[in-house]
């Protein structure tokens, strides 16, 4: 299937499990877990995973799927692969706990080392994101209608960048990956309720 074809069974997909999420959310009833790396995940989470992961199967049963809540697949086994899901079934799992509606699901097809089309729905506010290879990028109001994103063109060197980040995240964590020729200013997300 081309990348037009697929999408729009991968935003249907997104917004399936978004909508799982929101039910669990909204109702407040889920399970939290500590994995091994010390980061949570819920019942939430997991039941997002199944449903993403049972339907893109379904819809391109040559494509693996990785996911967050299950990347136990050996790099050597995931190195080979030319092209997969790439899926956070609840990103912003910490928001999610703590009941900021900041968090999203997200969906990427990865060919060749690289991201050729992505999802992301917000399940609170309704809002889907997607970019499609050589289709742009675009955004989609819970009311339905459509707009035309993009980013800004640079010509020059970066010397400075603004991140967005989680108001829960360990800034020292994200400093330490970034490169120390760029300055940064760090912009957390909503402000806490």
């Known amino acids: ?7 729009p069974d ?8 978004g909508q799982v999420i929101l039910d669990i959310y909204q109702d407040g009833d889920f399970e939290e877990i500590t994995k091994s790396d ?7 989470d997991l039941a997002a995973h199944k449903l993403i992961t049972e339907k893109l199967t379904a819809l391109t049963p040559d494509i693996p799927v ?3 809540e299950d990347c136990g697949v050996p790099f050597s086994d995931r190195q080979q692969w030319q ?3 790439l899926i956070d079934p609840l990103d912003g799992t910490q928001e999610f706990i703590a009941g900021s509606g900041d968090f999203a699901t997200i969906i990427a097809l990865v ?4 991201p050729v089309m992505g999802v992301v729905y917000a399940p609170v506010s309704g809002v889907t994101y997607y970019a499609c290879q050589d289709k742009g ?5 819970p009311d339905g209608d459509m707009h035309r994103i993009s980013t800004m063109k640079r010509d020059e060197a970066i010397t400075s960048l603004s991140i967005a980040i ?3 995240q360990d800034i020292h964590a994200v400093t330490e990956k970034l490169a120390p020729e760029i300055n940064y200013d760090l912009i957390p997300l909503a402000q806490p309720h």
């Not at 991968?10 to 499990?17: K, L, N, P, Q, Y």
């Not at 010390?38 to 939430?44: D, E, F, G, M, N």
């Open 1 to 7: 299937m081309a990348l037009p074809e697929l999408l």
């Open 10 to 17: 991968v935003i249907e997909i997104t917004r399936s499990a």
């Open 38 to 44: 010390q980061t949570p995940v819920t019942s939430a």
């Open 66 to 68: 990785l996911s967050e």
């Open 83 to 85: 092209r997969y899901w």
């Open 111 to 114: 060919e060749n080392n690289h």
């Open 137 to 141: 990028a675009w955004k989609i109001t």
């Open 166 to 168: 989680s108001r829960r």
